[in-house]
Structures are given as C-alpha cells and as structure tokens.
C-alpha cells in the first residue's frame, strides 16, 4: 500500500545519499577496516540462548569467557556486555550502590539516565554543578574540593556520580575526585559515554579512562565514539568499595531477557579490533584531528573551541575528537548553523546547543568527510561578520549554575497529585515533569524543582529556535504538569 510508512526504504536510500554523518555511532556507517569485512549478515548470526550459546543473564560458557577476556584487556574487575546502552548501565549503578530512598550526589549535568535512576529508586539527589565557560556557553568541569565540601556537609550520601567528559568532551580531574570520595569510603561511578575511546588512545593525545584514575563503576558506550552497533556498551566495575551481588542483580533487571547475539557480538568485535589495532588507528586519527584543528583555527567569527582553557573552569582534559563550533558574535544561533550544514552541505552535526553546534568525529572518519567540514565551515564563516548575540542568548549553561530550590523528591514529585498549566504561567510552581532539549539530554527541569522565570525563558527560546525540547507528556511542550498542594511556592 502506497501510505505503508517504510522505515528500511528510507534508511537505505538516506544510506545511499551523499549526507556525512558527524554524529553517532562511531562507526559511520562505514564497512571497512578489519572490524567490518569479518562481520557477517546479521541475519545469519542472529540466535537466541541455544545449548553451546551461554545465557548473558547466567554466563557460565562463551560469553562468560568473553566478558573475562574483555575485562583482562581493560584491567577492570568485572567487565559487563550492555545491549541496552549505556542508560541501562547508569541504571544499574545508581540502583546497586544506593539503597532505595538513600542519598546520591551527583552533577546536575548528568544525562536523563542518571535522574531515572533517582527517580526509579525514590533517592534524594544532592547536586553538584560544573564550572561553566562563559565565552562559549558551555560547561566546564566538576571540582574536587566543592565534591569534598558536599560529602563532608551530608553524611547520609552512598555514592557519588559524575559524567566525565561531558557531551563536549570536557574532562574532570577524575583521579583527584576518586582519591576524594575514597577517603568518605564510597564509590565513584562515573558515566564516561562519550569517552569508551580513551581506553585505546594514547596518553597525551587523548585522555585517560576513569578506570584507570581510580573509578569504581565506568559506564561507556561503544556506539558513540567507537565502530560497534548502536545500544552497545560496556559497564566496568572495579571491586572495593562496590557490592559487586547487589551491582549484579540491577545489571540483570535492566538488560533485556533476550540480549542480542549480532549486539553482543559486535561488542567483542568492537573490543578485539581495538585491542588489536587501536592505539595504531587512534594514532592515525589524532593526526587527522589535529590537521582539522588547524585549519578550523583560521575561522574569522565562528569559533573552535580548544583545549586553551584547559587548566580552568574545572576542565583537567580536553577530548580533541569533539568538534564545537561557537556562533558567539555572530548574530546566529546554533540551530541556524546546523540548518545551513545540513541544508547546503549535507553535512549531520550531533547536536546544536543554542550558540553552538557539535560534530562527533571518530577514527571511522574519512578524509573526504572530514575535508568537507571544514570547508563548510570556512565558506559559512567567510559570509558571516561581527554581530551582537541573538535575542537571549542565555544557555543551558547558564541555566545549570542557578542552584534550583527542590521541594520534593523526584519520585514524590513525580508520584503526586497535579495538574497542568501554560509552561508560560509556571514561575513558582513545582514541577512535576522534566524538561530537557534532546541531545544532549541534560535537564532543564527536575520533578520536585521550584520553577524559575530564567528557565522558563529558556523553554521557550529553546522552542523558538526549533530544538527539540522534551520531557513532557504534552507532545507539543507547551503545557507543563505541576504539583497540586505545594505547586504555587514562593510567588
Ligand atoms: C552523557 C551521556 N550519558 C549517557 C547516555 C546514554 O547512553 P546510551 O545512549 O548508550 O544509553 C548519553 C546519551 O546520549 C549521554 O550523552
């Protein structure tokens, strides 16, 4: 029938268009390499848990060996397939290290992953905000001595989570932070998503994994920066100060009872190939990142951010792979450089902030991809000229150093009677939903928060500029559900 929506038609034609993918997952769509030209049709490798296969929820065969094998290579204790992304990771971490209606502390720009969690197991969240670097709106690092202040001030915490790097690719000072939350005896979970390429480059040219800086939960998924399928990942898990059978039990909740073979496969394949010819690839790739570097670097008005602010706003390293292209002083917005890439050089970024925009580059990179961003870049950049900042330039960077007032838990927000208003009307409610711009995911709004004028500005520039703000169950996110009783605070 001709109005039959056809899912795989259009993938394959978008598959065969000329559009360049500088966004998940790492492996481009590429083929190619000895990580691809092994891989078999999906179809003919795609089983379920038959006699010889193992079972990923009771591993005593196969993929037991291989989870061992996998572990050995990283150094880890315990090393874990994830066939439902690094979300289902962050979940089980949350859910294994805090008892339920206990304390985490945890940075307030951590992925939506993290705040299900909370909510999932009625915790008490204790936030801790990163620096943010003003002239690109964006954020910076956590600090060690403002995690040290918070544990000291509030004994009842379990367990502290952080994301490092952030979704630009900004790295905390992660072995200081371990040393730190050790001292109080507690684990340090740290989602590294975004970075399950550092444990295969080389020092000085990409940052160095958690797990080796002292973490005690690693949570990275292959899928974005490494060729492996999307929804792979891997949680690492390094014993001491983690109850490794109560860990275990939450991993087993939150993966699917019928893991996928062509997924967990890929995960070996993923982990083999980079064992393998890794540090040799990511070489290569470093080059070509720097050679992009440089010649980004001669961008009059649009501006590369780079590792020259390393050393402060809390950001201890730089992930070079991170393309972010502020559009600060120009008079554009974000969304409007990710529209003329897409439009006039069908060119795919990851995601575009409100003055800024991100391509995730990988060793999956061609040349040829790679020469064609920055050549856009520069065409766009020579028609553009100094301009004040579009109206309201304020960010979600802005927004997450405004310390919100939290009136309830976000289960008990999340739990209680409500009803729903203009998003327009809520200043001094409580929120009941979330409120996030996807990618990258981070919250506007927590269930639970005091809403403020600022973020309500915020949500509607957001809507303005045509990102995809989410969270609520009002498809069209106008209208905001709030808390009854306590929904009409400090007005
Ligand atoms: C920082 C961060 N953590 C976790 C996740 C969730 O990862 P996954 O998509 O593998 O579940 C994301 C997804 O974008 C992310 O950006």
């Known amino acids: 029938m001709n109005d039959t929506p056809d899912l795989l038609k259009k993938l394959m034609e978008y598959g065969k268009s000329d559009f360049y993918p500088f966004h998940m997952p790492g492996h481009k769509r590429q083929y190619k390499g000895s990580f691809g030209v092994d891989f078999p049709n999906p179809f003919s490798i795609d089983i379920t848990e038959i006699d010889g296969f193992d079972n990923l929820h009771h591993p005593e065969g196969i993929l037991k060996e291989s989870m061992e094998w996998a572990s050995r290579i990283y150094g880890s204790s315990k090393t874990y397939y994830l066939i ?22 945890m940075s307030r720009n951590c992925h939506k992953s993290a705040f299900h969690g909370v909510f999932l197991n009625q915790l008490r969240a204790e936030y801790i905000y990163p620096q943010i670097i003003r002239s690109f709106g964006i954020q910076g690092g956590l600090l060690p001595e403002k995690i040290e202040e918070m544990l000291m001030n509030h004994p009842e915490i379990q367990a502290v989570f952080v994301v490092s790097p952030t979704y630009d690719g900004v790295v905390s000072d992660i072995k200081t932070i371990a040393e730190t939350v050790h001292r109080f005896r507690l684990p340090l979970i740290v989602d590294e998503a975004h970075g399950a390429h550092f444990s295969f480059g080389k020092r000085g040219e990409f940052p160095v994994s958690a797990l080796e800086l002292g973490a005690d939960v690693v949570i990275q998924s292959l899928h974005k920066t490494l060729p492996s399928f999307t929804q792979t990942a891997v949680m690492h898990v390094r014993e001491g100060y983690v109850d490794m059978g109560r860990l275990d039990r939450y991993v087993h909740i939150y993966q699917s009872s019928s893991p996928s073979y062509v997924l967990m496969a890929g995960i070996q394949n993923c982990i083999r190939y980079m064992a393998e010819e890794g540090l040799e690839q990511m070489k290569f790739f470093s080059g070509r990142i720097e050679e992009v570097r440089k010649v980004l670097s001669g961008l009059k ?8 602010e390393k050393g402060r706003y809390g950001i201890y ?32 970024m990851e995601m575009c902030g409100s003055d800024y925009v991100t391509a995730i580059t990988t060793l999956n990179d061609t040349k040829e991809g790679l020469q064609r961003l920055c050549n856009a870049l520069l065409h766009i950049d020579s028609g553009l ?17 405004r310390t919100p007032e939290c009136r ?18 809520g200043e001094g409610m409580v929120s009941a939903e979330f409120v996030y711009v996807y990618p990258p995911g981070i919250p506007i709004v927590v269930p639970g928060e005091v809403l403020k004028r600022e973020s309500i500005n915020l949500i509607m520039k957001y809507k303005k500029l045509g990102l995809a703000v989410q969270g609520m169950e009002d498809e069209d996110s106008r209208e905001l559900y709030v808390v009854n009783e306590t929904g009409s605070v400090g007005r």
Not at 301 to 308: K, V
Not at 385 to 401: I, M, R, T, V, Y
């Open 84 to 105: 439902n992304g690094s979300s289902c990771g962050i979940l089980s971490a949350i859910s294994g290290t805090v008892s339920r209606g206990g304390t985490i502390l």
């Open 301 to 308: 008005h649009l501006r590369l951010f780079t590792d020259q």
């Open 317 to 348: 390293d730089m992930d070079p792979s991170k393309i972010i292209i502020s559009t600060k002083g120009t008079g554009k917005s974000g969304a409007w450089l990710d529209d003329r890439l897409r439009k006039e050089y069908h060119l795919e």
């Open 385 to 401: 000229s100094a301009e004040e900042d579009f109206e309201g330039g304020n960010s979600l960077c802005q927004e997450l150093k």
């Open 408 to 425: 309830l838990t976000i289960a008990q927000a999340m739990d209680e009677p409500r009803h729903r208003i203009a998003i327009s009307d």
